[in-house]
């Protein structure tokens, strides 16, 4: 292959994972809900707007509202359980969490290789089993892109 098409095939390779980054980008209030429900799953609507309401300061009509755009946007899942529908995170926490690091890392901060791991280690989100997959996926993404 000419350096040309070498170029050019790179390009579309991050320009394709620039794409599907961008669709498994959570905006920050939906990452708040995620985030909840990765801890625990499944939630109603009401349990979800209590573990939420003192980070967002909104209405339960607007958890509401943001639930069911989640569900369309395929973040989240649903089902009836004793006439309640409740919810369940569809985006894997490492995946997600990876993307928003590699983001920070290679778009916004400009570096060329991951971050150390350790800086997540006081992390009330991500246990011991988690921080090594995190580690795992990040050094793969960095690798992809060299």
Same mark, same amino acid.
């Given at each position: 292959?000419?350096?040309?098409?070498?170029?050019?095939?790179?390009?579309?390779?991050?320009?394709?994972?620039?794409?599907?980054?961008?669709?498994?980008?959570?905006?920050?209030?939906?990452? %708040?809900?995620?985030? *909840? &429900?990765?801890?625990?799953?499944?939630? =109603?609507?009401?349990?979800?707007? &209590?573990?939420?309401?003192?980070? &967002?300061?909104? =209405? /339960? $009509? =607007?958890?509401?509202?943001?639930?069911?755009?989640?569900?369309?946007?395929? /973040?989240?899942?649903?089902?009836?359980?004793?006439?309640?529908?409740?919810? /369940?995170?569809?985006?894997?926490?490492?995946?997600?969490?990876?993307?928003?690091?590699?983001?920070?890392?290679?778009?916004?901060?400009? %570096?060329? $290789?991951?971050?150390?791991? *350790?800086?997540?280690?006081? *992390?009330?989100? &991500?246990?011991?089993?988690?921080?090594?997959?995190?580690?795992? /996926?990040?050094?793969?993404?960095?690798?992809?892109?060299?």
């Amino acid at each position: 292959m000419c350096d040309t098409c070498s170029m050019m095939a790179t390009s579309v390779l991050q320009m394709t994972k620039l794409m599907n980054l961008e669709k498994k980008k959570p905006s920050p209030t939906e990452l %708040v809900i995620l985030k *909840s &429900l990765w801890q625990e799953s499944p939630l =109603s609507a009401k349990e979800i707007h &209590l573990h939420i309401e003192d980070k &967002l300061n909104w =209405s /339960y $009509s =607007s958890t509401r509202k943001t639930l069911d755009r989640m569900s369309e946007k395929k /973040y989240l899942k649903f089902e009836n359980a004793h006439g309640i529908k409740v919810f /369940y995170p569809v985006l894997e926490k490492i995946e997600i969490l990876a993307n928003f690091v590699s983001d920070l890392t290679q778009r916004i901060l400009e %570096v060329d $290789s991951p971050l150390p791991i *350790s800086m997540f280690t006081d *992390s009330k989100l &991500l246990n011991e089993n988690e921080l090594d997959k995190l580690e795992k /996926y990040i050094n793969a993404e960095f690798q992809e892109n060299e």
